[in-house]
C-alpha cells in the first residue's frame, strides 16, 4: 500500500471540489493537521472515516486504497483491495499499541520517580537512582506517543530533550528547596565530604549549591545551604568523575 500515492489522490479530491485543508478539515471533524496529514502520506485517515470521505468526493473506498480512480475488476484486482485493507486496518493497530505502550511506560516511569522522592529516605542513594531510572522510563514512554503525532525526527529529539532537563530543573529544585526549608539533605548530589576534625558536620556537593549538616546526630542538627557558581560545579564534578578531586580539594 503506497501512503504517499493515498495522500496525493486525497488531494487532488480535495482540490476538485474546490476546498481549503481547513474547510475540509470542518467538514469531517478534524484539525486542520490531520488534513495535512493525510495528504501528505504521513498518517492516514481512521477507517471509520473512509465511508463518509468515499461518500463526500463520490469515489469508492477501493479507489481510495489504490490511490486512483478506475474501473473495477471484480477478480484479481477485488483480492488485492481487500489485502490493501487488511494492511491498512493493520497499521492502525500498530499505531495504537505503540501509543498505549507510551503512555503506559510513562505512567510507570511517573509512578517510580514519586516513590522515590516521598518513600525512600533522602540519606540514601537510592532515592536519586530510582529518580533517574523513572525519567528515563517517562522519555521513553513520551517518545512513543509523540512518534505518532509529529512528522519531524528532530521535534520529537527536541521534546524528549524538553521533558528531560524539566525533569533535571525540577529534581534540583526541589533538592534546593527541601533543603533550605525542611532541613533535609539533597538527594542529587555527586559528592559527601566529612573530616576527622569535623565528625559532625558533613558536607553534599549539588551541582547549584552546597549544603553543610551540622551537628549531625544530636537534637541541633541543621542544614545550612550555600549557593555556588555552576561553572564551579561543573569543574568540581570533571574532578570527582575523573577520581581527581582529592588533588584539587578545597578542604
Not at 40 to 51: A, E, F, H, R
Not at 201 to 221: C, I, K, M, S
Amino acid at each position: 500500500m503506497d501512503q504517499k500515492k493515498i495522500g496525493m489522490f486525497l488531494k487532488e479530491l480535495r482540490k476538485e471540489k474546490e476546498l481549503t485543508q481547513e474547510e475540509l478539515a470542518e467538514r469531517f471533524r478534524v484539525s486542520n493537521r490531520t488534513i495535512s496529514r493525510w495528504e501528505t502520506g504521513t498518517n492516514l485517515p481512521d477507517i471509520s472515516l473512509l465511508v463518509e470521505i468515499a461518500e463526500f468526493f463520490d469515489v469508492s473506498i477501493p479507489e481510495i486504497i489504490n490511490g486512483e480512480r478506475k474501473e473495477m475488476n471484480m477478480t484479481q484486482e477485488t483480492v488485492e483491495t481487500a489485502a490493501k485493507m487488511a494492511e491498512y486496518s493493520g497499521n492502525e493497530m500498530k499505531v495504537g499499541k505503540k501509543t498505549t505502550a507510551g503512555y503506559l511506560l510513562m505512567g510507570f516511569g511517573i509512578f517510580i520517580i514519586i516513590f522515590a522522592l516521598i518513600s525512600i529516605n533522602p540519606d540514601s542513594s537510592w532515592g536519586a537512582v530510582y529518580s533517574k531510572l523513572g525519567t528515563i522510563f517517562a522519555a521513553v514512554g513520551l517518545y512513543l506517543v509523540i512518534k505518532t503525532k509529529f512528522i519531524k525526527r528532530w521535534t520529537r529529539a527536541l521534546t524528549v530533550i524538553g521533558f528531560l532537563l524539566l525533569m533535571f530543573a525540577l529534581f534540583h529544585t526541589s533538592d534546593y528547596m527541601a533543603a533550605k526549608y525542611s532541613n533535609q539533605v539533597p538527594r542529587f548530589n555527586y559528592l559527601v565530604e566529612y573530616t576527622s576534625e569535623t565528625p559532625n558536620t558533613r558536607y553534599f556537593e549539588t551541582l547549584f549549591f552546597t549544603a553543610v549538616q551540622q551537628d549531625v546526630g544530636t537534637g541541633n542538627e541543621h542544614i545550612e545551604v550555600h549557593k555556588k557558581k555552576l561553572s564551579q560545579s561543573l569543574k568540581e564534578y570533571f574532578y570527582v568523575v575523573t577520581g581527581q578531586y582529592d588533588k584539587y580539594g578545597r578542604r
